[in-house]
Nanobody, 116 residues
Framework: QVQLVESGGGLVQAGGSLRLSCAAS????????TGWYRQAPGKERELVAR???????NYADSVKGRFAISRDNAKNTAYLQMNSLRPEDTAVYYC??????????WGQGTQVTVSS
């Protein structure tokens, strides 16, 4: 069964940086899309960023210019570099991947807390 292991979350002051990692294992088919969603208390889960096979990226307007998504295909690992963090970025961040069959897999989530 596919496993996604996230790491890198934590507590940081406003203006600080964190880098999240998402390592995929036991995946049988090529990954087409990798992305990050987040969910804050009392809010719906929202897309933060995603990257496609050709390296095309999409970002939520609220994180453009501050966050950067990347991935290392050889390691089946994706990264989310988060700079200039704000208290409103506080949420549980979830990694997901979609394989060439269209199946999606999700990580367990990692907490990011930004203090003011």
């Amino acid at each position: 069964q596919v496993q996604l292991v996230e790491s890198g979350g934590g507590l940081v002051q406003a203006g600080g940086s964190l880098r999240l990692s998402c390592a995929a294992s036991r995946i049988s088919f090529s990954i087409t899309t990798t992305g990050w969603y987040r969910q804050a208390p009392g809010k719906e889960r929202e897309l933060v960023a995603r990257i496609g096979t050709g390296g095309t990226t999409n970002y939520a307007d609220s994180v453009k210019g501050r966050f950067a998504i990347s991935r290392d295909n050889a390691k089946n690992t994706a990264y989310l570099q988060m700079n200039s963090l704000r208290p409103e970025d506080t949420a549980v961040y979830y990694c997901y991947v979609k394989d060439i069959l269209g199946l999606e897999y999700w990580g367990q989530g990692t907490q990011v807390t930004v203090s003011s």
